[in-house]
């Protein structure tokens, strides 16, 4: 009888450890968590207190501080660290993985100075093996609740997202498949810029018509750069599009969200970040967004202002202001 697979997480963060926890539910899982005091809190209490609280993960969840010990047990690699480790995460397991493991990446961000997305750092780094990603309107804390949610495994080999989908799904986590593999990754990357909007927003105490707006607006600027930049417009009207621009906009426990608030309360951008200790990848992508807009030759006011914003160059209320010069054009200009 063949073994069963072997899924290893790299990355013992919320979502890391969460979708960690997902599949060991199903096949036998490994995380890797570089902190050696992290990886002896799950194998022994079966928590990771830092990250997600009193939540009790899966029996069959086992950690490792060894990241090699770790590369060599996947026959699937999930790469959970955040966009800007990726590369150094990655560079310390070059050679270790076997021939042609698909590998997974959570990332929601661009690589500062590459511009790169986490599926091609990951490619650059592990040439050779099928990369995609796992994205969708999928805030931690809830799905390690145990509430239900769906997700996408966008990868250009439909056979091997169709191998991949029950390694991650539950009776109450469903997975889908995509083969835009670029619409699918740059909809998690660019809601987290519209998200520190909406946070803005409500710190200045907009109103509901107001929100709408912001995310209507962030969707059609999130379509335009995608399509200019080769993604099916479609992708956008989806879970990895809207799907995950309404969950991580509407939650109060979104990262990026929370940023946005504490910036409107008064906050600075170090404040902002100390007080939230997780990982908030829309600040770090902002600017790389903007020099992508201006390759691209498109318009992306929401997102120009939130980069003002994190770059210090104007202050939430200043930068709503902004919004309101903007031009009203037509609705349905997309590119
Ligand atoms: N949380 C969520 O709800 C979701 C998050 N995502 C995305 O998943 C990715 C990971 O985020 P998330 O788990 O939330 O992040 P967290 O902030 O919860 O955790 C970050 C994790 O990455 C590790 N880490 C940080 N810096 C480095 C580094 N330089 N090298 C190696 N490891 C590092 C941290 O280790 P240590 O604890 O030792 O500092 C920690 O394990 C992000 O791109 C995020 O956008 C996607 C969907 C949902
Ligand atoms: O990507 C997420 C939900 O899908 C998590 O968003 P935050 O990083 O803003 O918490």
């Not at 079966?46 to 029996?59: A, C, T, V």
């Not at 026959?75 to 050679?95: K, M, N, Y």
């Not at 997974?104 to 050779?128: D, F, I, M, N």
């Not at 509430?147 to 989908?165: E, N």
Request: hydrophobic share 45%; aromatic share 2%; proline share 5%.
């Amino acid at each position: 009888m063949a073994r069963p697979v072997r899924v290893v997480v790299l990355g013992s963060g919320s979502w890391g450890t969460t979708v960690a926890g997902l599949a060991a539910h199903n096949t036998p899982t490994l995380l890797w968590a570089r902190n050696p005091d992290t990886a002896a809190e799950i194998n022994e209490q079966r928590r990771n207190s830092r990250y997600l609280g009193d939540r009790e993960l899966p029996e069959g969840l086992r950690a490792t501080s060894d990241i090699v010990e770790a590369a060599h047990e996947a026959d699937v690699l999930v790469v959970g660290v955040p966009s800007h480790a990726v590369r150094a995460t990655l560079e310390q397991i070059a050679d270790r993985l076997r021939a042609w493991v698909p590998i997974l990446s959570l990332a929601k961000g661009l690589e500062p100075g590459t511009r790169l997305r986490p599926t091609q750092v990951v490619s650059e780094c592990l040439p050779g093996h099928p990369v995609g990603l796992l994205s969708g309107p999928n805030i931690a804390g809830e799905i390690a609740d145990g509430m239900a949610a769906a997700a996408v495994v966008a990868i250009q080999d439909d056979s091997v997202a169709t191998a991949l989908q029950p390694l991650f799904a539950s009776k109450v986590f469903r997975v889908y498949r995509n083969t835009d593999v670029l619409g699918c990754e740059l909809g998690g990357v660019l809601k987290n810029i519209v998200a520190i909007a909406a946070g803005m927003a409500e710190g200045l105490g907009v109103g509901d018509n107001t929100r709408a707006m912001v995310l209507t607006r962030g969707l059609a600027e999130m379509t335009r750069l995608g399509e200019a930049m080769g993604a099916d417009p479609r992708t956008f009207a989806g879970l990895t599009g809207i799907g995950d621009l309404i969950a991580t906009c509407t939650s109060p426990a979104s990262r990026n969200r929370r940023v946005g608030e504490a910036l409107a309360r008064g906050l600075t951008l170090d404040e902002a970040l100390a007080e939230l200790g997780q990982v908030a990848e829309g600040v770090k992508t902002a600017p790389t967004v903007m020099e992508l807009a201006r390759e691209y030759d498109v318009e992306m006011p929401i997102a120009a202002e939130v980069e003002a914003v994190v770059a210090g160059r104007r202050t939430p209320a200043e930068a709503y202001r902004g919004l309101r010069k903007v031009a009203a054009g037509h609705e349905q200009d997309i590119v």
